[in-house]
């Protein structure tokens, strides 16, 4: 077997097998894949005129040297992505139990609509009288999502949740400052999503941790306690993320305005509730909405994403351009801070162009199908599966807070794995080899071990009950020590566990032909 | 609801289960009076397929595609054409509908091929190390601003006059927090004394090119002049097929590379969603933004990729992080590496040949034109005209006649008197000759 010089093996495949050893390498229809570069012989994947020109209007900077990218003919390219794309679990495949990720199905008239070539060919600068349908799509999802909340404004650009995070937080900034206050700190339940923090830094704050009752609520009077004039802002998930509705929500909102900071509502959990409760009725002063999540546009293996951060009347002055207004001559997209209407202080701008086009046109088609009933009937449909395997696992499986009913997700911890042998990893690898996607792992990080399952709306009570009986019979047996099928698991995915310590040790974050590995070693 | 399986027998047999009498007894944490109603909700009731359908193509229909009319725009957005299976592989379910590479044991498909895009982005670039995307160009070049101050521990940037409007305002609002930021006098056509603006202070001194106007810009001098003084050199680049014709920012001493990946592989989509892209050098490694995949072996030593250093990233590290990035632009990522490896190393170079040639041609044509003047010397499929009256009623004018005809300058920098009745044009391998000859005859009745 040849080695790189990183002592990794330069092609795949060639190391350990387990049962039968095959002569390809491949077994069945588990294809190995070299990589793209390696496949590489100089074909062309396209057809396209060899045409000559002159150097004249080049300003002397011309390539000089070669680009170093592999040539591969259509079937070849074709054949690489698909035999990709078979080593990956997907929702279409099977029930996708991460939970705080909303692993929702993703109907494909989203895909189709996204596609029309008045919407997938549209240029963002055409001029905007060749735009009006695009426009109007925008305002059309501005007022689902200002009415399903209860706020009164919405900002569209923002390209993902952490992006809407840090529009809310510098609007949030830009009203302070307006008020000609400083306040530099912002309050952050130990609960919340990593992102919540990295935000609070990013914008400029100081993190001021607020830690978590024992019943998985956030402390309300130790929150209360860290209010002071410094405090510029609490940022909130709701249902947090340990399942549960926060129901102290309305009384911590109103302490948090009385000490005059705003209230930031991390809407990642928003799918628990849409078309039951707005947020707005809950004091919720800017939130961001996962478009990816709640409305299912797909996650695609990480993004894109979109997260419109809906504003309390308090702050929607602030929201950054561009800004969608109507006038006499139809629908106008304001690009510039200094042009915005009478009042309207817009903060800056939160990226090129006016936010994530395509994905509105998703979320749009998600909810003109489902319509209010159905969007209200997705929520409870979430809640109830998420019950129902809380209620079938909590004797076998310890839940630290399964004395009363979830929300959209149900937490367990690793109690039931003491004395077993067993980690929350390795519980969660065992899944792998039952053919399911395991659940989010040691989060939240209030709970020791947590193993965070939802299920979301989408699966059949004969799915549901499927997934309950492996879950069930795991946690008998890892209980009984019968430890084997855990230790080392995944035995049968197309890779055994990866050495993630290797990859961080000596990091090889590209291709590089043998030759220039050859001559480095030496 | 078509998507939604639960019968409303199983909804009572879970409740049983549960121990439920109904599903609001689910909800009982919720304050009473936040329950809302139906009725609260003015929205409309489900509607099937045809239905949704309809209305959506409706508002389509009302928008002009770049592909129904002549079409000159860029300006950060390119109209290219994308073969066919780019488009279906990417509408693979294990693609589309996959998570974050979270479990990497099954999700080595996602995995590998970031693995190949970073490689892909770091060879066209010229840089050591890319990273697996971020959202788009703008916020790209944002975090790189955002990493230079990290590593220089200086909090000023310079942001070249050529940088697009919508790329430095987007710096300012995030980067701005941190430093002052000083934008260099809007100079079309020409290069700028960037060096004079440079001090002990400097961060970093962002340049564009081509830049917004589409002069290509010789990036060697403003490195050394940066260097001289310690500050780092992010390029940045919106029209990322020039790299296969240009000098790649890594040749010219760039330090980060901040790029729009959008013409290899995705559509306009009105803005967005569009791919990031984010190279530097090796030694910044720890300091960058965003996902990073590598190369390691599994437990039977076996070839496999992982997503690794994450103790830069928010979920570890949390206000510690490097960026508050949590997802990167994945599908995107995936249509731009399956377009660039259809592509190949001929296919690139001779499509970016074929766009310069392109707009050469339409910048002769229109040269020609009395009145007409070329502002940029130097450029790769965009340049800038200057024409006798206001650029913006130009392109009004001729949309009117469906035609499309360019970015107006003042519409990215609506107070600079100076560019009025500049016109930016592109022009790629989609444009024809019919499309330049429309242009040319309509431009010449109007002016």
Not at chain 1, 331 to 360: S, T, V, W, Y
Request: charged share 20%; aromatic share 6%.
């Amino acid at each position: 077997m040849s080695m790189n010089n990183q002592g990794r093996p330069t092609s795949s495949g060639e190391a350990g097998t387990t049962g039968l050893a095959t002569i390809s390498g491949d077994r069945g229809l588990d294809h190995e894949e070299k990589l793209i570069f390696e496949l590489g012989h100089g074909a062309v994947g396209v057809d396209l005129p060899d045409v000559k020109i002159s150097d004249r209007r080049l300003g002397g900077l011309r390539r000089k040297g070669a680009i170093g990218l592999p040539g591969l003919s259509e079937p070849e390219v074709v054949r690489h992505y698909v035999r990709l794309s078979r080593m990956n679990y997907a929702i279409d495949s099977g029930l996708y139990p991460l939970g705080s990720c909303t692993m929702k199905h993703n109907p494909r008239l989203n895909e189709k609509m996204a596609r029309l070539p008045g919407f997938g060919d549209l240029h963002p600068l055409a001029p905007q009288s060749t735009a009006q349908g695009a426009l109007e799509l925008i305002s059309q999802l501005m007022n689902w999502l200002t009415t399903l909340t209860g706020m009164p404004a919405v900002a569209m650009s923002p390209k993902a949740g952490a992006h809407g995070e840090l529009c809310g937080l510098l609007a949030i900034r830009a009203a302070i400052e307006s008020r000609g206050e400083k306040r530099p700190r912002i309050l952050v339940p130990e609960s919340a999503h990593g992102t919540n923090p990295a935000t609070a830094a990013f914008a400029g704050f100081t993190v001021d941790e607020v830690p978590a009752k024992p019943n998985g609520h956030v402390d309300a009077e130790a929150l209360k306690a860290k209010l002071g004039p410094d405090v510029a802002a609490i940022m909130l998930t709701n249902p947090n993320t340990c399942g549960l509705f926060e129901g102290e929500v309305k009384e911590i909102a109103d302490a948090v305005h009385a000490a005059g900071a705003y209230f930031y509502c991390d809407g990642a959990n928003f799918n628990a509730i849409a078309g039951k409760v707005r947020p707005g009725d809950l004091g919720v002063d800017a939130m961001h909405i996962n478009l990816h999540k709640t409305f299912s546009t797909p996650h695609g293996g990480g993004g894109p994403g979109a997260g419109p951060v809906v504003l309390s009347e308090r702050l929607a002055s602030f929201a950054p351009i561009p800004l969608l207004v109507a006038d006499g001559k139809g629908l106008r997209l304001i690009e510039d801070r200094e042009a915005a209407p009478a009042g309207a202080k817009p903060f800056g701008r939160m990226c090129a162009f006016h936010g994530q086009m395509g994905m509105f046109v998703r979320a749009l088609t998600y909810m003109l199908s489902h319509g209010r009933d159905g969007v209200r009937q997705a929520s409870e449909d979430a809640v109830l599966s998420a019950n129902y395997i809380l209620a079938s696992l909590k004797d076998v499986m310890s839940a630290p807070f399964g004395d009363g009913p979830c929300m959209h997700e149900a937490l367990f911890d690793d109690s039931f794995l003491e004395g077993t042998g067993v980690t929350t990893l390795d519980f969660a690898k065992a899944m792998i080899d039952e053919g399911y996607h395991p659940m989010t792992m040691y989060f939240p990080l209030v709970v020791h071990g947590a193993m965070l399952i939802e299920p979301t709306e989408s699966e059949s009570k004969a799915s549901l009950d499927r997934f309950i009986h492996v879950l069930h019979n795991l946690a008998t047996e890892a209980r009984a020590k019968k430890t084997e099928r855990f230790a080392g698991a995944p035995h049968l995915a197309p890779r055994r566990r990866l050495d993630e310590t290797a990859a961080a040790r000596k990091p090889v974050l590209r291709y590089r032909p043998p030759d220039s590995l050859k001559a480095a070693a030496e | 609801m078509r998507y939604l399986p639960l019968t409303a027998d199983d909804r009572r047999a879970m409740l049983a289960r549960i121990g439920a009498a109904d599903v609001d007894a689910l909800f009982r944490d919720v304050p009473k009076a936040a329950l809302a109603p139906l009725s609260v909700f003015d929205l409309t009731d489900t509607k099937g397929e045809l239905e949704v359908e309809r209305i959506l193509s409706q508002l389509a229909g009302k928008n002009i595609a770049a592909g129904a009319a002549p079409f000159f725009c860029g300006a950060g957005a390119y109209k290219h054409h994308v073969p066919s299976s780019v488009d279906h592989l990417i509408q693979r379910s294990e693609f589309l509908t996959s998570y974050t590479p979270y479990q990497p044991e099954i999700a080595q498909g996602t995995l590998q091929y970031l693995f190949e895009f970073q490689s892909q982005v770091a060879l066209l670039t010229g840089m050591e190390v890319a990273n697996a995307s971020l959202y788009d160009g703008s916020t790209a070049t944002a975090e790189a601003v955002l990493m230079a101050q990290r590593i220089t521990k200086r909090g000023k940037a310079i942001l070249s006059g050529g940088l697009h409007p919508h790329y430095a305002e987007t710096v300012e609002t995030v980067a701005g927090l941190f430093g002052p930021m000083v934008r260099s006098a809007v100079q079309p056509g020409k290069a700028e004394d960037l060096a004079a603006l440079i001090d002990a202070e400097t961060a970093c001194v962002v340049v564009q090119s081509p830049d917004v106007f589409g002069l290509i810009r010789d990036l060697n001098p403003i490195a050394e002049a940066a260097h001289a003084k310690g500050a780092l050199l992010i390029a940045v680049v919106t029209e990322v097929v020039s790299l296969g014709l240009l000098e790649p920012p890594g040749a010219q001493g760039a330090d980060i590379v901040a790029a729009e990946g959008q013409s290899i592989g995705n559509g306009l989509n009105f803005g967005g969603p569009y791919v990031g892209l984010f190279a530097a050098r090796e030694k910044f490694l720890r300091q960058m933004p965003g996902r990073l995949c590598g190369e390691t072996v599994d437990a039977e030593g076996r070839r496999g990729y992982v997503l690794t250093l994450s103790t830069r990233e928010q979920h570890i590290r949390r206000e510690k992080a490097t960026s508050n990035i949590c997802t990167n632009s994945g599908l995107c990522t995936l249509a731009f590496t399956i377009h660039l490896s259809l592509l190949g190393e001929e296919g690139l170079t001779r499509l970016a040949r074929i766009n310069h040639a392109k707009a050469s041609f339409l910048a002769d044509r229109l040269a020609a034109l009395p009145g007409v003047e070329i502002v940029t010397p130097a450029f790769f499929n965009e340049f800038t005209v200057k024409l006798p009256k206001p650029a913006n009623a130009v392109v009004d004018a001729l949309a009117a006649k469906g035609i499309i005809a360019g970015v107006p300058a003042s519409r990215l920098m609506p107070h600079d008197k100076s560019v009025e009745n500049l016109l930016i044009l592109a022009a790629t391998e989609t444009n024809t000759d019919e499309d330049f000859a429309a242009l040319t005859s309509a431009l010449q009745e109007i002016l």
